[in-house]
């Protein structure tokens, strides 16, 4: 599972301590997991999973290999997943933007969908 870890976090781009951070936990638990001094908890596996998408079969097992990373969603439960997050984040502007595209007159919506589409390179 060592392995999968760090393959999961360099996937996702990020560092140890960034990966830490997202799971709430010590960095130095992540070097320990990476390196397989410490096997993570199921609470542990459970928060990767939660956090990050992960399908808890392949990180566990390594079954179906790298393309069975993430769990697969579809379009309407990724909305709410994601939706979700957004309910609990900290981050003022994000919930500044999810309230003001939500409450947007359809001129105005059309005119953020554009900006959107250009700035994330959306469709």
């Known amino acids: 599972m060592n392995e999968r870890i760090k393959a999961l976090r360099k996937r996702l781009g990020l560092t140890q301590q960034a990966f830490a951070d997202r799971l709430k936990i010590a960095r ?13 908890s199921d609470a542990v596996i459970s928060l990767i999973c939660k956090e990050f998408n992960v399908n808890e079969i392949w990180l566990r097992t390594g079954e179906g290999g790298d393309d069975n990373m993430f769990t697969k969603v579809n379009e309407e439960d990724r909305f709410s997943i994601n939706l979700g997050k957004l309910s609990r984040t900290e981050n ?3 919930r500044n933007m999810l309230n003001a595209i939500a409450e947007a007159d ?3 919506l059309k005119h953020i969908e554009e900006f959107m589409k250009a700035c994330l390179g959306i469709e």
């Open 92 to 94: 003022q502007m994000a």
């Open 28 to 40: 130095g638990n992540i070097g320990a997991y990476e390196v397989g001094k410490n096997a993570p």
């Open 106 to 108: 359809p001129e105005k």
